[in-house]
């Protein structure tokens, strides 16, 4: 009998192999964790010192980074932004199989975590509607699914707040991946509309995304929502690059 097991999971293994998320490594079947002991290590919580508004991670004091400091902090919409986790090579592999290869499960390992993030901040608290940053429809056809309405959902379900897609994004854009600062900001520019502004007229919105870079897409659809008649913007994205 023992035999004849050790041939089934060999037999499993070899048709549904159980492998790291990240480094690909053989994982026992009845392992259910979606990184290897080791790739858990490296899922580091953003914690210590960062700018105030925006969430970046400071490397020496002060209260905020240098695209927020002074006069700058206001003229922001977006007025609070955090992420969960830091950009290393286990949650970008998470993220990644996440989005691309549409292993959308990964979306329920990441729920736990942004709602940690969430119950940390009390900025979030007031929050009447969660909003997903929207995809082109075009994407979304092709993947089948948003990231970020996955993760907003499950946070959503958590704290009993209604989940609401209110933005649409109306232009494709080019992937923001290898652009910098500015060039970032130009590229997003004026992609969102909120087709129905009666739906967030006076409402606190919290932003959900799966990935902060420079915070220029959070921004821009904060600049939607308020021109809208939102009271408030605040965001919550589980990676900050
Ligand atoms: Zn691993
Ligand atoms: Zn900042």
Known sequence: MAYFNKIKNLLLHFFFPRVCFACGIDMDRK????????????????????????????????????????????????SFIRSSLYFTPSSRALVH?????????????FTPI???????????????????????????????????????????????VPLLEVLVRKRKTKSQTSLGRKA???????????????LVKRKAILL???????GATLEECAKVLKAAGAREVVALTVLRE
């Open 97 to 109: 199989a996440f989005k691309y290869e549409k292993y959308i499960h990964i979306a329920k390992f």
């Open 208 to 214: 959900i995304d799966d990935v902060c870079t420079t």
């Open 31 to 78: 392992d259910n964790n979606l990184l290897c002991p080791t790739c858990q290590k490296d899922l580091k919580p953003i914690e210590g010192l960062i700018c105030k508004r925006c969430g970046l991670p400071l490397k020496d004091g002060g209260a905020y980074c240098f695209n927020c400091r002074g006069s700058k902090a206001a003229k922001y919409k977006c």
């Open 114 to 160: 942004i709602y940690k993030t969430y119950l940390k901040n009390p900025e979030y608290f007031e929050a009447d509607l969660i909003v997903p940053v929207p995809i082109h429809k075009s994407r979304l056809k092709q993947r089948g699914f948003n990231q970020a309405t996955l993760l907003a959902s499950g946070l959503s379900a958590k704290i009993d």
């Open 184 to 198: 970032r900001q130009e590229n997003i520019k004026e992609a969102f509309i909120c087709p129905s502004p009666a």
